[in-house]
Structures are given as structure tokens and as C-alpha cells.
């Protein structure tokens, strides 16, 4: 947090002025190890590279700097997401596209919005799962429901790690959702044996588990550096509460989660490997060569497209549903935007109206034209 350079009393984040003299607080913009000139973010007391420690005059010798090791997530840091930068930086951090199914996207591509959202919420979305997904290199799908929708368990967002997907509910504090799931999504793909390594058979377990608490963590951290100090205080809250329940002051119920799922369906702890994912591509790479071999058996290329032929009504169906499908889904999601402006926004949807009755006068004009 800022310290006042007069009085060094702490203040609160985003805090101008100092509220015991008023003094104005210079906002520390990050600086440079002198040691290893590794960039070191806001607030930050000590080199995440060297160790050196800024706050002292005499900078440890070159002799005592720590050797890089393995990345460990209870290691004590100032921020994640610059950790990750660094990380990306140094060459420790490279993407993994797990066959394809992490394969790098635009967002407009990965996110899918079922029902009605507020046009704001997707553009805010759109911008930060692209920061969130270059930071951790993960490209999960996701799906977000409309408000009011519940999700096993009672939370807002969910990771499935066979589907590579999340799933998350509007909210009105949403990113902070985001940037938690894709964390999972992280951790399960660069940091399997943690993922794996925790016991989730109750709700205490679940909030003390070692990928939530990083996951929290990370999601803190995102909202500092991307300056969203009203959802940061929210999350703050969330963390009060999660504190008051694991010291018995509360109940599962009153923080919204539904202690009974974790007990139906219970998570137990699985010794893997860090590389894990690798030893996986491996057996999946091998299963796929086997595959072709038994396939060089089959008919030919020439055959299957002639049987291809014969059954081109059924193709031409599968196409044709398909595009319906599509445009369904298109049509859906425009309808359920102009019904948004017409309820918030009216004169935004006077001009759509108007620029779609202009596209079909043009269309009928176009068609006439090419009649004569």
C-alpha cells in the first residue's frame, strides 16, 4: 500500500492524499533492480530476481544472489501477474498449446454468452481475457450465463480441465471471476502436480486447498494491476468472509456455497509429476501414430470420397444445419443487444434500426436494379 513520504503513515490503494497530513502521495510507478536491472512493479520491496531489497542503501554482493529454481506458488511475491511477465521474460514461461486444444485465439473466438448481456460487460471481457490469457498462456473456451443463473455448488465461475472450458456467471464484479478460473486453467496445465495435489471433500478444504489460495491471490493481483480498486475491495470482502467461516464465525451458507456438493463429489490427492502434461502429449502422440497405422488398412481416399458422393443429400443437411445453427446463435445474440438499447439506451437503438431498414433499402434497390 502507499506510504507517505512525510509521515510514512499507510494509506489505502488508489489514496492521493495522505489522510493523516494531507501530504500528496507520490504513486510508485515501478522500478529497476539496481543489481540485475529485472523490472519490479508497484509496491514492490524486494528484486523477485536477486532478492535485492530496496528499502536499504547497500545493495548484497553479486556472490549472494539465490540461483533460479522451479517456479513454486507459496513462494512469497509481490504481484503474480508480473511474476508471469517476468517469467515469460526470462524464457521460464512458454506456451503450451496441449495438441491444440490451448491454442491461441481472439477472444471474440473463445467467448460464448448465453443469454443476454450488457454490451459494456462483453468489450471489458473481451479486453482482459486477452491480457489474462497472454499472461498465463492458457486459451480456454469460456461461456457465460446470464445473471441468476446457478452453478453447482453455488459459485460464480467454474474450470473443467477436460474441456479446457469455464463457465461463469454475469456479475456485476466479473473480471476478477475471469482472471480466478484462468488461473485454474494455468495451474492445471504448467503446474499439474498442484492442481492435482489437493483433498476437496468439504467447503473448508475447498477454500484452504493451495490452488485456491493461489488462485485468490492471482485474482487480487490482476485487479491491482489493471487498477480496479472497486472490485479489489471486493474481493478483499470475499476474503474477510472466507476467514470468518474457516474460524466457525459463519456458516457455508452465509458465504453462498453449498457445502454437500464437495461431499458428493469428493477430490482426492493424485501424485503426478510437473511434467506431466508433457508425459500425456507423448501417449497422446503415440495413441495417434498407432491410429494411423491401423488406417493405412482402411479403403482409400478415392472410396471415401465416392461414398462421400452417394451420400451428399445427408452432407448437404449437416452443412445447412450447421449454418442455421450459426446464424441462429447470431441472430440471438444481436436481438438480445438491441433489446438492451432499447431498454437503457434508446437513441443507440434508433440508429441500428435505422442502419438495418438502410441495408435492406439498399439490398431492394440493388435487386431491382439488377432486374432491368
Known amino acids: 500500500m502507499p506510504v507517505c513520504g512525510q509521515c510514512k503513515c499507510h494509506n489505502s490503494l488508489g489514496t492521493k492524499t495522505c489522510k493523516q497530513c494531507g501530504q500528496t502521495i507520490i504513486q510508485d510507478e515501478g522500478r529497476s533492480c539496481p543489481i540485475c536491472s529485472e523490472y519490479c512493479g508497484p509496491f514492490s520491496q524486494n528484486c523477485r530476481k536477486c532478492g535485492y531489497n530496496f528499502t536499504k542503501r547497500k545493495p548484497p554482493s553479486k556472490s549472494s544472489r539465490p540461483v533460479k529454481k522451479s517456479v513454486i506458488v507459496n ?9 508471469a511477465f517476468s517469467e515469460q521474460r526470462n524464457g521460464f514461461l512458454k506456451q503450451n498449446d496441449m495438441n491444440g486444444i490451448n491454442s491461441p485465439g481472439y477472444a471474440k473466438e473463445k467467448i460464448r454468452f448465453l443469454g443476454p448481456v450488457d454490451p459494456f460487460t462483453k468489450e471489458t471481457l473481451y479486453e482482459n481475457y486477452e491480457i489474462i490469457a497472454e499472461n498465463l498462456k492458457v486459451y480456454p473456451t ?8 446457478k452453478l453447482p455448488g453455488g459459485h460464480s465461475g467454474f474450470y473443467s480441465s477436460s474441456l479446457h472450458e469455464i463457465q461463469i456467471v454475469d456479475a456485476y464484479y466479473l ?21 492435482f495435489g489437493d483433498r476437496i471433500t468439504n467447503a473448508k478444504e475447498y477454500y484452504q486447498a493451495e490452488i485456491e489460495i493461489d488462485a485468490r491471490q492471482y485474482e487480487r493481483h490482476y485487479c491491482i494491476y489493471r487498477e480496479y480498486f472497486d472490485e479489489y475491495k471486493s474481493c478483499e470482502y470475499n476474503e474477510s468472509q472466507i ?20 461431499r458428493q463429489n469428493p477430490q482426492y490427492p493424485k501424485a ?17 501414430r498407432q491410429t494411423q497405422i491401423f488406417s493405412q488398412s482402411r ?22 444445419f450447421k449454418l442455421i445453427r450459426k446464424a441462429f446463435v447470431l441472430s440471438v445474440d444481436f436481438i438480445s443487444d438491441l433489446w438492451f438499447d432499447l431498454r437503457y439506451d434508446k437513441w443507440l437503438f434508433v440508429k441500428k434500426i435505422l442502419i438495418i431498414l ?8 440493388g435487386i431491382g436494379l439488377l432486374s432491368f
Open 75 to 83: 513462494a512469497n511475491r509481490n504481484n503474480l501477474v508480473e511474476f
Open 142 to 149: 469460456v461461456v457465460v450465463y446470464q445473471r441468476g443463473t
Open 175 to 195: 473480471i476478477s471471476t475471469l482472471a480466478h478460473e484462468m488461473r485454474h486453467a494455468y495451474q492445471y496445465i504448467y503446474l499439474p502436480d498442484l492442481f
Open 243 to 262: 476467514k470468518l467461516f474457516l474460524t466457525g464465525k459463519i456458516t457455508a451458507q452465509d458465504i453462498g456455497v453449498d457445502d454437500n456438493y464437495y
Open 272 to 288: 503426478v509429476s510437473r511434467n506431466y502434461q508433457e508425459e500425456y502429449q507423448n501417449r497422446y502422440i503415440e495413441t495417434k
Open 299 to 320: 479403403p482409400s481416399k478415392s472410396f471415401k470420397f465416392w461414398i462421400m458422393w452417394l451420400f451428399w443429400p445427408i452432407t448437404l443437411l449437416w452443412i445447412s
Open 358 to 365: 438502410g441495408v435492406l433499402l439498399a439490398i431492394i434497390v
